[in-house]
């Protein structure tokens, strides 16, 4: 930077100054130092407004850094906040999936359990029907056939109705 060239010149100036007797003063040469003043004037405005442009483009680099740290911030948060609800999410599927599977096998258990039964009571009275028939066939065998014949028609038509509330 000139300017500096110019104080220190200026500065030479005044250290080879004669000093005048019993003072602390200096005889400088007026228009030399005028001369000086009148360069560093010239050229201060040219480098006042670089220095000052410097900051300005340092505060502006600082900002838009800024700017961007924050950003990449933000975007690191959602994206953790993304990771986690994704997670959730997927724990509850499988805790749901889990809900289900177990609540399908107690379904599956209690219908099992309510067809065994049926057919229990199902071959439960055919067993009666058909102890009921033997009994009667030994006393009376006409009557007893007869009996039969019916006990027999009865429980086809037990069966045909088991048969359609099967399907």
Same mark, same amino acid.
């Given at each position: 930077?000139?300017?500096?060239?110019?104080?220190?010149?200026?500065?030479?100036?005044?250290?080879?100054?004669?000093?005048?007797?019993?003072?602390?003063?200096?005889?400088?040469?007026?228009?030399?130092?005028?001369?000086?003043?009148?360069?560093?004037?010239?050229?201060?405005?040219?480098?006042?407004?670089?220095?000052?442009?410097?900051?300005?483009?340092?505060?502006?680099?600082?900002? *838009?850094?800024? /700017?961007? +740290?924050? #950003?990449?911030?933000? =975007?690191?948060?959602?994206?953790?906040?993304? $990771?986690?609800? %994704?997670? *959730?999410?997927? /724990?509850? +599927?499988? #805790?749901?999936?889990? =809900?289900?599977?177990?609540?399908?096998?107690? $379904?599956?258990? %209690?219908?099992?359990?309510?067809?065994?039964?049926?057919?229990?009571?199902?071959?439960?009275?055919?067993?009666?029907?058909?102890?009921?028939?033997?009994?009667?066939?030994?006393?009376?065998?006409?009557?007893?056939?007869?009996?039969?014949?019916?006990?027999?028609?009865?429980?086809?038509?037990?069966?045909?109705?088991?048969?359609?509330?099967?399907?």
């Amino acid at each position: 930077m000139e300017i500096f060239t110019l104080l220190d010149t200026l500065e030479d100036i005044l250290d080879k100054s004669r000093n005048l007797p019993f003072s602390g003063k200096t005889i400088v040469d007026k228009e030399e130092l005028l001369e000086l003043l009148k360069e560093i004037r010239l050229k201060l405005p040219d480098e006042l407004k670089q220095a000052k442009w410097v900051k300005e483009e340092r505060q502006r680099i600082l900002v *838009e850094a800024q /700017k961007e +740290a924050d #950003d990449i911030v933000k =975007e690191a948060e959602n994206r953790i906040i993304a $990771m986690i609800d %994704e997670h *959730e999410i997927t /724990k509850k +599927a499988y #805790d749901q999936k889990a =809900e289900i599977i177990e609540t399908a096998n107690e $379904m599956s258990r %209690e219908i099992s359990k309510g067809t065994k039964e049926y057919a229990d009571n199902l071959l439960g009275n055919t067993e009666d029907v058909l102890t009921g028939t033997l009994e009667k066939l030994g006393t009376d065998m006409q009557q007893a056939l007869n009996l039969m014949q019916i006990s027999i028609e009865d429980t086809i038509k037990t069966i045909q109705n088991s048969r359609k509330e099967l399907k």
